[in-house]
């Protein structure tokens, strides 16, 4: 084989490999979305961020104790289409949340919706 068909080949290959990384890490798998949870909390956290922004979301529970979630968000490009920014959630403020759990039963998720005390434009 000519060096430049074995050239040709190794980056196919290479082309192959990433593409399938990429693919991979935006599976859903974590995640039950067969189930909804709603939340209500005070924000902890917000990260701006890529691939994904987070809000960390301290939550209440039953027996008065405070938990902390992890939900996770699209990247903050496509929040910026959305009207988001990185000022967008800010911390302390009360939010109200719909997310697909984490299958292990963790304390996460990935948003499906999501509202304000403020009802500010954009929120659902």
Known sequence: MSKALLAAIFAIGLVLVLVSSAVAHH??????VMKSVALEGTVKKFEWSNPHSWITLEVIGPQSTA???????????????????????KVGEKLSVHINPLKNGGKGGI?????????RPGAQ
């Not at 599976?27 to 039950?32: E, G, N, V, W, Y």
């Not at 938990?67 to 959630?89: H, T």
């Open 67 to 89: 938990d902390e979630w992890l939900i996770q968000l699209p990247p903050a490009g496509v929040l910026a289409r959305e009207g988001w920014n990185s000022k967008f959630v």
């Open 27 to 32: 599976s859903f798998a974590l995640f039950d």
């Open 111 to 119: 948003l499906e919706s999501f509202s304000f005390d403020d009802r």
